[in-house]
């Protein structure tokens, strides 16, 4: 069956980094794309970017653009998101979903939540 | 500011139906598919209905959807108390490139 199993919990403090990984099994992992979306507490689904597997091709969310680098690597069927310059504001669970291209996310990682606090 | 507009509540007593609205543009609900996920507390969201209207298999036919132009609709018939999630509307858009998501949903089971 597919899975995609996220890295734990994180707490960083502001101006850290911080990099979450995103395993998947169950499926060919060359052949969809992967996806990140983030929740802030309380709040709805914000998509980051997304990375094909195959050509290591990525594409971002304005928003995100220089904030956000998500690669992959195939020979451990893992996608990885790294977020810079941590503030207060990207305090939110992160989850990663798989698609074909443009079509729907159809399905997700259990999600991380990243903590920033001093 | 979410670039797809969902009412914040909707509410309902068990066995009524209930629309949920995603209001979009010509540049993402006007020129490709919709999709909608269900999302309970604290669980990753989950796919409840792709391209427009297309239920995966697991997904009771209970719930079925539809677009028109620039808007989409969600409903849910013969409501039922573990119906109550948060529903967000999804498609892609091509000024941007990239996805967007409506604001969210939250159904509650009066």
């Known amino acids: 069956q597919v899975r995609l199993v996220q890295s734990g919990a994180e707490v960083k403090k502001p101006g850290a980094s911080v990099k979450v990984s995103c395993k998947a099994s169950g499926y060919t992992f060359i052949t969809y794309d992967i996806n990140w979306v983030r929740q802030a507490p309380g709040q709805g689904l914000e998509w980051m970017g997304w990375?094909?597997?195959?050509?290591?091709?990525?594409g971002y969310a304005q928003k995100f653009q220089g904030k956000v680098t998500i690669t992959r690597s195939t020979s451990l069927s893992t996608a990885y998101m790294e977020l810079n310059s941590l503030t207060s504001e990207d305090t939110a669970v992160y989850y990663c979903?798989?698609?074909?291209?443009?079509?729907?996310?159809?399905?997700w990682g259990q999600g991380t939540l990243v903590t920033v606090s001093s | 500011q979410s670039v797809l507009t969902q009412p914040p509540s909707v509410s309902g007593t068990p066995g009524q139906r209930v629309i949920i609205s995603c209001s979009g543009s010509r540049s993402n609900i006007g020129s490709d598919t919709v999709s909608w996920y269900q999302q309970f507390p604290g669980t990753a969201p989950k796919l409840l209905i792709h391209s427009d209207n297309q239920r995966p298999s697991e997904v009771p036919d209970r719930f079925s959807a539809s677009k028109s132009d620039t808007s989409a609709s969600l409903a849910i018939s013969g409501l039922q108390s573990e119906d109550e999630a948060d529903y967000y509307c999804?498609?892609?858009?091509?000024?941007?490139?990239?996805?967007?998501f409506g604001g969210g949903t939250k159904l509650t089971v009066l």
């Open positions: 979903a798989r698609a074909e291209g443009s079509y729907p996310l159809d399905y």
């Open positions: 990375v094909n597997p195959n050509s290591g091709n990525t």
């Open positions: 999804a498609s892609w858009d091509d000024s941007l490139p990239g996805r967007v």
